[in-house]
């Protein structure tokens, strides 16, 4: 079955400093990848997403890269802010067939920036 | 334009009671799914309308039902509550249903608490 593997948190930074946070994935075909993001005592929100291999999503700083052969969809900010302090998810959602119309999502990382 | 909004907020439910949980979906969106959000773990679908029609279902038991109005707002409803029910329940709207570069918007959700 399709499933997303997010690296374990919690996550600490200083503001300032570089960011990763690794997702891989497990699906067949070409799924389409997402990051989510969720503040404190809120909903999801779409950060970026990308449809096809080799795609970069953008936005606010942050990227992320399709890569087909190593299944996988980091996460990347050059400089975080206080503000990016978040729980941050990653999902997948199949091209076609059983279970193309939901997301598989991973269980979360938090991260925390500090001034 | 207004997001996805969903009410209430937050419910206190005892266990065995009933609830329904209210979304409305973006303007122009005819697809809205539901997704539970346990504590500190991603969320899971649970299921999609698209015209009024199920269109697809999580793994979750049939106390879970929904259903989608002809302005394109879902109700979702679950009977017999049980305190593992406790969770954030989020409504997400498409445009469409089975692309899987169709975006899915998330609500802020509703917080059930089961006593």
């Known amino acids: 079955g399709n499933s997303v593997t997010q690296m374990e948190g919690p996550v600490t930074l200083s503001e300032e400093a570089f960011l990763t946070i690794n997702c891989t994935y497990t699906?067949?075909?070409?799924?389409?990848l997402f990051w989510y993001v969720q503040y404190p005592g809120e909903g999801l929100q779409l950060l970026l997403k990308?449809?096809?291999?080799?795609d970069k999503g953008s936005n606010k700083g942050f990227e992320a890269t399709y890569r087909k052969e190593t299944t996988s969809f980091h996460l990347e900010k050059g400089s975080v802010q206080v503000s990016d302090s978040a729980v941050y998810f990653c999902?997948?959602?199949?091209?076609?067939?059983?279970?193309?119309?939901?997301?598989?999502f991973g269980k979360g990382t938090k991260l925390s920036v500090i001034p | 334009d207004a997001g996805v909004t969903q009410s209430p907020t937050h419910l206190i439910k005892t266990r065995g009671q009933h609830v329904t949980l209210r979304c409305s979906p973006i303007?122009?969106?005819?697809?809205v799914s539901w997704y539970q959000q346990v504590l500190g773990q991603g969320p899971q679908f649970i299921f999609q309308?698209?015209?009024?029609?199920?269109?697809g279902r999580g793994n979750f038991p049939d106390r879970f039902s929904a259903r989608q109005f002809p302005n394109y707002s879902s109700e979702l409803n679950v009977n017999a509550l049980l305190l593992g029910d406790s969770a954030l329940y989020l409504c997400?709207?498409?445009?469409?249903?089975?692309?899987?570069?169709?975006?899915?918007?998330f609500g802020p959700g509703t917080r059930l608490t089961v006593l």
């Open positions: 990308a449809t096809k291999a080799d």
């Open positions: 997400a709207s498409s445009f469409k249903t089975s692309v899987s570069t169709d975006t899915q918007y």
């Open positions: 999902a997948l959602r199949p091209y076609s067939g059983a279970g193309s119309y939901q997301l598989t």
């Open positions: 309308y698209y015209e009024k029609e199920e269109r």
């Open positions: 699906a067949t075909g070409y799924p389409s």
């Open positions: 303007s122009g969106h005819k697809s």
